[in-house]
């Protein structure tokens, strides 16, 4: 992977896609955690509308972007909801208690893992396709 593309996956916020009904949907998302070049794990709520999404069609995407603008990394995979209590936690901040009144046990809690099978880096006006 080029040192371009690692450096935008380092970034804090990813755009998560997912899919209901045919219909698109883009969500800003802040990444808990990375593993290796292609895993990523969200903090998030069972009950959420891109929990359901996922739940019933795990494809996925993650776009990264930064400075200047017209650089940015897609990836291609599955999201899968979460919830096996080490995991989440492993996740856990204290911080996290003000959203999930009954802490790291509260049943809204899980973890989203994003597995990565294939990549786009854009770069001004050319892109090139990779696997992971």
């Not at 795990?58 to 990394?73: E, M, S």
């Not at 291609?76 to 802490?103: C, F, P, Q, T």
């Amino acid at each position: 992977m080029n040192k371009h593309i690692e450096r935008l996956l380092e970034g804090k916020i990813a755009f998560t896609g997912s899919e209901s009904e045919g219909q698109p949907f883009i969500k800003a998302m802040l990444v808990a955690r990375r593993e290796g070049g292609n895993i990523f794990y969200f903090d998030s709520n069972n009950g959420s509308v891109r929990a359901a999404q996922w739940q019933q069609n795990p494809n996925a995407c993650l776009y990264f972007y930064g400075k200047p603008i017209y650089r940015g990394v897609q990836l291609i995979g599955k999201m899968e909801i979460i919830n096996d209590i080490a995991l989440k936690r492993a996740h856990w901040k204290v911080s996290m208690n003000s959203i999930y009144k009954g802490g790291v046990n509260d049943p809204d809690y899980c973890i989203l893992k994003f597995t990565a099978s294939k990549g786009r880096y854009y770069s001004m006006l050319a892109s090139e396709d990779f696997e992971l």
